[in-house]
Nanobody, 128 residues
Framework: QVQLVESGGGLVQAGGSLRLSCEAS????????MGWFRQAPGKEREFVAA????????????LYADFVKGRFTISRENVGTRVYLQLNSLKPEDTAVYYC?????????????????WGQGTQVTVSS
């Protein structure tokens, strides 16, 4: 089993920033790809960003949803299994519960069905 714990959400004004953190534990390692998704009220869960597992330098490989447009950055800590999502230039439409996910594969993916374990989510609220 794998456990994921997200943190760092909160209330911020439009234009502000937050840094989300996801710590993975259990049967996982840096070789596993990880991703961030979000779900706003009344909407389906959508892909935000993903990062490949640390295999042969692949950990620098990232993938972003089009709506990110350079505002968000996904990264890994240098050691361990923590992954971050830096949120900049936040907009009210970014308001959602943000979920961290890990897949039992090194390759990054934008498809929710490719991920095997999910965290409980952290709320991000952006006021106008």
């Amino acid at each position: 089993q794998v456990q994921l714990v997200e943190s760092g959400g909160g209330l911020v004004q439009a234009g502000g920033s937050l840094r989300l953190s996801c710590e993975a534990s259990g049967r996982t390692s840096r070789r596993n790809a990880m991703g961030w998704f979000r779900q706003a009220p009344g909407k389906e869960r959508e892909f935000v960003a993903a990062i490949a597992g640390s295999i042969a330098g692949s950990s620098s490989l990232t993938l972003y949803a089009d709506f990110v447009k350079g505002r968000f950055t996904i990264s890994r800590e240098n050691v361990g299994t923590r992954v971050y999502l830096q949120l900049n230039s936040l907009k009210p439409e970014d308001t959602a519960v943000y979920y961290c996910a890990v897949r039992e594969n090194w390759a990054r993916s934008s498809r929710a069905n490719d991920y095997d374990y999910w965290g409980q989510g952290t709320q991000v609220t952006v006021s106008s």
